[in-house]
């Protein structure tokens, strides 16, 4: 492979893994702002309420995170990773960096956040105990954001970096 393949194949590879995970992090919080309200409702008298069915008719899961995040950003992140552990000096290590935090976000999704929210939606959990589920996944779903926050950053930054030694 010359060069000028190499160069551009990793351009494709950055251009893809960073609009994909800035898509990620819109939509992620998109739905902490828009959508979670509209599941976890605040009742002025008595606290919070889960909403398993407004969850289910949601279904953000297999509406849309499946097509953004699930088989996209998953498959990106694993490809991406490879192509960075082959750069050299300071791009691999911003390159691997997104790679790793992005990894990080999928391997704290499957285990967690998918999971979860199946349970929250099945709508056999007790009230009080899907209200403080519901509440832990919210709030772990910030922690969730700075991740993929950082992996895009990271990434960005590794594609400045790649324009930078294509300018030269």
Same mark, same amino acid.
């Given at each position: 492979?010359?060069?000028?393949?190499?160069?551009?194949?990793?351009?494709? &590879?950055?251009?893809?893994?960073v609009i994909n995970l800035g898509i990620? =992090?819109?939509?992620?919080?998109?739905?902490?702002?828009?959508e979670l309200p509209q599941w976890l409702? @605040?009742?002025?008298? *008595?606290?919070?309420?889960?909403?398993?069915?407004? #969850? /289910?008719?949601?279904?953000? $899961?297999? !509406?849309?995170?499946?097509? @953004?995040?699930? @088989?996209?950003?998953? =498959?990106?992140?694993?490809?991406? +990773?490879?192509?960075?552990?082959? *750069?050299?000096?300071? =791009? !691999? /290590?911003?390159?691997?960096? +997104? %790679? $790793?935090?992005?990894? %990080?976000?999928?391997?704290?999704?499957?285990?967690?956040?998918?999971?979860?929210?199946?349970k929250l939606m099945s709508g056999t =959990?007790?009230?009080?105990?899907?209200? *403080?589920?519901?509440?832990?996944?919210?709030? &772990?779903?910030?922690?969730?954001?700075?991740?993929?926050?950082? %992996?895009?950053? #990271?990434? &960005?930054? #590794?594609?400045?970096? @790649?324009?930078? !030694?294509? %300018? !030269?």
């Amino acid at each position: 492979m010359n060069v000028t393949t190499y160069q551009t194949q990793t351009q494709i &590879l950055l251009w893809l893994f960073v609009i994909n995970l800035g898509i990620a =992090l819109g939509a992620g919080l998109y739905e902490a702002r828009i959508e979670l309200p509209q599941w976890l409702i @605040v009742l002025p008298e *008595s606290g919070y309420q889960w909403n398993a069915m407004g #969850a /289910r008719q949601a279904n953000t $899961g297999l !509406r849309f995170w499946v097509y @953004v995040t699930t @088989v996209p950003l998953t =498959l990106l992140t694993l490809v991406n +990773a490879i192509a960075a552990w082959r *750069s050299r000096g300071i =791009l !691999r /290590r911003w390159w691997l960096g +997104a %790679a $790793g935090m992005a990894a %990080a976000d999928r391997i704290f999704t499957f285990s967690y956040f998918v999971p979860t929210m199946v349970k929250l939606m099945s709508g056999t =959990l007790p009230e009080s105990e899907a209200v *403080s589920t519901a509440l832990q996944w919210a709030n &772990l779903n910030h922690f969730r954001h700075v991740i993929v926050l950082i %992996a895009w950053l #990271a990434a &960005l930054k #590794a594609f400045s970096l @790649v324009y930078e !030694r294509t %300018a !030269r």
